[in-house]
T-cell receptor, first 114, second 117 residues
Framework: DQQVKQNSPSLSVQEGRISILNCDYT??????FLWYKKYPAEGPTFLIS?????DKNEDGRFTVFLNKSAKHLSLHIVPSQPGDSAVYFC?????????????FGQGTRLTINP | GAVVSQHPSRVICKSGTSVKIECRSL??????MFWYRQFPKQSLMLMAT?????????EQGVEKDKFLINHASLTLSTLTVTSAHPEDSSFYIC?????????????FGDGTRLSIL
């Protein structure tokens, strides 16, 4: 049972345009959502997060949107840059007594074309 | 900031060997660290939550006696794969979280590729 799904294994975007990565989840107990970026041979690097009390969080070129009714979140990157080419993972966790249990999606490979 | 170091990055050893993997938070304290495993073409799966000064909390289906976790200090957790066999070959990765509040993100090490011959 895949509780967090990233249905697009890959995405190709032209430099300077907007990249939109999508993620769906099934567990209504998830309270906390994160996006990670991963380069080859490195661990995931934290990008941005959002808690379930918000529907948008912005940090520079990165914005995460959360639609709780649709159990959907998205990551917008604008403008896209060649260095953004990487695999992006969304993750979700319930928050129970302060504890986290991250569940990851399968990842989306983003390629930014010059 | 928020750097997590994991060592070694790659291990190749014979069946029956025990292998220890270290996870250190370099510039912050982490009461809680996490150990994940990744099978080919699958996403990261949480194995256990490592708690400083107390026993680890294991996820369902993870053998406690096979995967020994020690969280001896606020900056170090170790995972020991005991009497490793070929089916234990996998990618293992740790993460650590600053203790300020429950909404702090986890920061990951670069992982350890374990190959058991």
């Amino acid at each position: 049972d895949q509780q967090v799904k990233q249905n697009s294994p890959s995405l190709s975007v032209q430099e300077g345009r907007i990249s939109i990565l999508n993620c769906d989840y099934t567990n209504s107990m998830f309270d906390y959502f994160l996006w990670y970026k991963k380069y080859p041979a490195e661990g995931p690097t934290f990008l941005i997060s959002i808690s379930s009390i918000k529907d948008k969080n912005e940090d520079g070129r990165f914005t995460v949107f959360l639609n709780k009714s649709a159990k959907h979140l998205s990551l917008h990157i604008v403008p896209s840059q060649p260095g953004d080419s990487a695999v992006y993972f969304c993750a979700a966790s319930p928050i129970i007594q302060g504890a986290q249990k991250l569940v990851f999606g399968q990842g989306t490979r983003l390629t930014i074309n010059p | 900031g928020a750097v997590v170091s994991q060592h070694p990055s790659r291990v190749i050893c014979k069946s029956g060997t025990s292998v220890k993997i270290e996870c250190r938070s370099l510039d912050f304290q982490a009461t809680t660290m996490f150990w994940y495993r990744q099978f080919p073409k699958q996403s990261l799966m949480l194995m256990a939550t490592s708690n400083e000064g107390s026993k680890a909390t294991y996820e369902q289906g993870v053998e406690k006696d096979k995967f020994l976790i020690n969280h001896a200090s606020l900056t170090l957790s170790t995972l020991t794969v005991t009497s490793a066999h070929p089916e234990d070959s996998s990618f293992y990765i740790c993460s650590a979280r600053e203790d300020r509040n429950s909404l702090q993100p986890q920061h990951f090490g670069d992982g350890t590729r374990l190959s058991i011959l």
